[in-house]
């Protein structure tokens, strides 16, 4: 069984992209900025958003960190929106989810312009992306296709199956997995929470892709022999002995299916860490204007 680091790969990604920063800076164009709106103090919230702001400065970005009362009216919530849209010294931003149930997320996604949208979450990234065409991509599934690249793990032609249909990971991944493309060229199976005898196409399944959110789900009994398994799933349990207070579980045993497999991503130091390195590549992209060019997403002649 070999190992997909995440922590191998996201500091090789953050010194590629450092690199490119230093020679964006050398040329006389200002830094990438990537704001994040952070609403309440959920534990786990506040781990990411610190966990994104420090991943900037190591490469050289400028971040802006926008905390906003767990009270907040969805009103307010929008009006900051609507100034990051405007500000033209800020490439690209996130609102961290999950935001207070009184605020409807769907409508805050909607309101962030596609063009700065560097979680991929807007509708018209989402359909983008479908389409194949030019988009942000969500980076979770953008950061396992980089370890499935990165790794030289052949996946054309392979059985995939993916556990969990989430709009953020279960949903776009899938449909990368298929689509005409390296990584991808995958039959894809889409398992989930109503799907009857589970294992039955897990043991089918040369690559698994478990993203349901169950802690130590997918067992060594349900997967095929040299199988490629990623683990997309975090858990914080409680865990007084350490001094976090907490462990985290993926939604894989561990220490059985990576007697079987023949790659297989650990939690912590997995996909996690890939993720926070595409939302990096995204506001790269974001300030080179690589898929939309600035305030003219709608513009039919740049399709
Ligand atoms: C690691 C996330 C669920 C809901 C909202 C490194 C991260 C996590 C783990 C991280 C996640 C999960 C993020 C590790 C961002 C991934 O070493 O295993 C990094 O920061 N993530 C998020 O922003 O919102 C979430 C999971």
Redesign the pocket.
Known sequence: MQLLD?KKLSAEIKNEISEEVKKMVLSGKRAPHLAAILVGNDG??Q??VS??VKSCEEVGYKSTLIRLEKDITEHELLAQINTLNNDDSVDGFIV???LPKHIDEEKIILAIAPEKDVDGFHPMNVGRMTLNLPSYISATPKGILEMLNRYHIETEGKHCVVIGRSNIVGLPMSLLMQRRSKPGNCTVTICHSKTNDLAKYTLEADIIIAALGKPQFLTADMVKPGAVVIDVG?TRVEDAGRKSGYR?FGDVDFDNVSKKCSYISP????V??M??ASLLQNTLSAAKEEFYSKNMSFDVGDL
């Open positions: 995440g786990a919230s781990t990411y966990s994104k961290q989810l999950p975090i985290l939690v912590p130091g997995g996690g860490l993720t926070v």
